[in-house]
Nanobody, 116 residues
Framework: QVQLVESGGGLVQPGGSLRLTCAAS????????MGWYRQAPGKQRELVAS???????NYAASVRGRFTISVDNAKNTVNLQMNNLKPDDTAVYYC??????????WGQGTQVTVSS
């Protein structure tokens, strides 16, 4: 069973940046499309960014222009660069396959807190 490990979260002020990294015990592309999801307290998990093996990316409207998803093939990771962070970005961030029905066992996620 593949293990997904997310890292890079933390506490940042509004307008700040963070870079999240997702590593896998096997090939990071457990599906043709990988994505970053987030779940805020009391809210459903939502997909914020995705990338295909071929490099096609897609973003939720709420993060478009601020977040960038990328793949590091040498390190076998999927990364999420988050700029101009807002308090509404506060959530636990997870990586997994897209669409959701292809998701494997969820990792522990990484907490992102945007607060002054």
């Amino acid at each position: 069973q593949v293990q997904l490990v997310e890292s890079g979260g933390g506490l940042v002020q509004p307008g700040g940046s963070l870079r999240l990294t997702c590593a896998a015990s096997g090939n990071i592309f457990i599906s043709n499309t990988m994505g970053w999801y987030r779940q805020a307290p009391g809210k459903q998990r939502e997909l914020v960014a995705s990338t295909t093996r071929g490099g096609s990316t897609n973003y939720a409207a709420s993060v478009r222009g601020r977040f960038t998803i990328s793949v590091d093939n040498a390190k076998n990771t999927v990364n999420l660069q988050m700029n101009n962070l807002k308090p509404d970005d506060t959530a636990v961030y997870y990586c997994n396959a897209v669409p959701l029905w292809k998701a494997r066992r969820w990792g522990q996620g990484t907490q992102v807190t945007v607060s002054s």
